[in-house]
């Protein structure tokens, strides 16, 4: 298959959400909030494991690897925006400990950025021409 420069950017913002998510745990972390069994299956799974594994499956068959990220980082999305600045919860950035809450913050609106351009990304890397047609490979 040959790479284009749309799935470069969407390696990047794959890596950089992924590098963003390993700070936002250790702002979890330091400012103890919890989070419960199946938020944590959500988080390893959904958030960190499928936008990865969606970039393994793109190098075989692109279409099924872009849809694998659009629903990944769609899903994260909704889970991060709903529980970082809808829910009244401590995972809510203005309950986090005031000591780690600029990080916690900053990190929550990085996720959500990444996550919107990784979803929008792929989204777009499936309706570009090049996917269009039966292009798995």
């Given at each position: 298959?040959?790479?284009?420069?749309?799935?470069?950017?969407?390696t990047?913002?794959v890596l950089?959400?992924?590098?963003?998510?390993i700070?936002?745990?250790?702002?979890?972390?330091q400012?103890?909030?919890?989070?419960?069994?199946?938020a944590?299956l959500?988080?390893?799974?959904?958030?960190?494991?499928?936008?990865?594994?969606?970039?393994?499956?793109?190098?075989?068959?692109p279409r099924?690897?872009?849809?694998?990220?659009?629903?990944?980082?769609?899903?994260?999305?909704?889970?991060?925006?709903?529980n970082h600045?809808?829910l009244a919860?401590?995972?809510h950035?203005?309950?986090?400990?005031?000591?780690?809450?600029?990080l916690f913050?900053?990190?929550?609106?990085?996720?959500a950025?990444?996550?919107a351009?990784?979803?929008?990304?792929a989204a777009?890397?499936l309706?570009?021409e090049?996917?269009?047609?039966?292009?798995?490979r």
């Open positions: 298959m040959k790479r284009s420069p749309g799935s470069a950017w969407l990047a913002t950089a959400h992924l590098v963003v998510s700070v936002h745990g250790v702002a979890h972390t400012a103890h909030v919890p989070l419960s069994v199946a944590n959500f988080v390893y799974i959904v958030i960190l494991a499928a936008p990865l594994i969606g970039l393994a499956v793109m190098w075989r068959s099924l690897g872009s849809w694998m990220i659009a629903l990944a980082m769609a899903g994260s999305l909704v889970f991060g925006v709903v600045f809808l919860s401590p995972d950035v203005a309950h986090v400990d005031p000591q780690w809450r600029p913050t900053v990190t929550a609106v990085l996720l950025v990444t996550e351009l990784g979803a929008g990304l777009k890397f309706a570009s090049g996917f269009s047609t039966n292009s798995t």
